[in-house]
């Protein structure tokens, strides 16, 4: 969520943007401002996949310990997962700091923004072939 709405809410920006710059709208300026939408949305969700990454290999690691009671399904346990991502956030940016929470953005700005090239080159186009514009 976090990534898809700043992608389009940056999107038309960095269109804008690029035509100025380039003289004019072309498939150059989309993939360009796709690519850029792409890294800002990579830039506000990338600690979240970070958090959850880190969630998710404890969880399962934890099923393979015998000694770790299973949970059973509680209000209380609904409401964990909150705890569980603040207190996760927490101990990432006491250990390693800012960096610690944006491991992988080189990668993630790649294929996210590679992913928001292809959005912004490919979605107005279908919109016209289909007729939907």
């Known amino acids: 969520l976090l990534w898809t709405g700043t992608f389009f809410l ?18 150059t300026t989309d993939v360009c401002a796709g690519f850029a939408a ?17 969630i998710q290999k404890k969880a399962i690691a934890d099923t ?10 509680n209000l209380s346990y609904c409401f964990s997962g909150v705890s569980s991502v603040l207190g996760t956030f927490g101990n990432i940016y006491q250990n390693r700091g800012i960096t610690g929470l944006y491991a992988g953005f080189a990668i993630k700005s790649l294929y996210l923004g590679g992913s928001g ?13 289909w007729g939907c514009e």
């Open 10 to 27: 940056t999107l038309d920006v960095y269109q804008k943007s690029i035509e100025k710059f380039v003289g004019g709208k072309s498939i």
């Open 117 to 129: 090239s292809f959005l912004a080159v490919l979605v107005p186009r279908f919109k016209k072939m």
């Open 64 to 73: 393979f310990d015998p000694n770790i009671p299973k949970p059973k399904f």
């Open 38 to 54: 792409g890294v800002s949305g990579t830039m506000v969700n990338c600690w979240t996949d970070v958090v959850r990454t880190v």
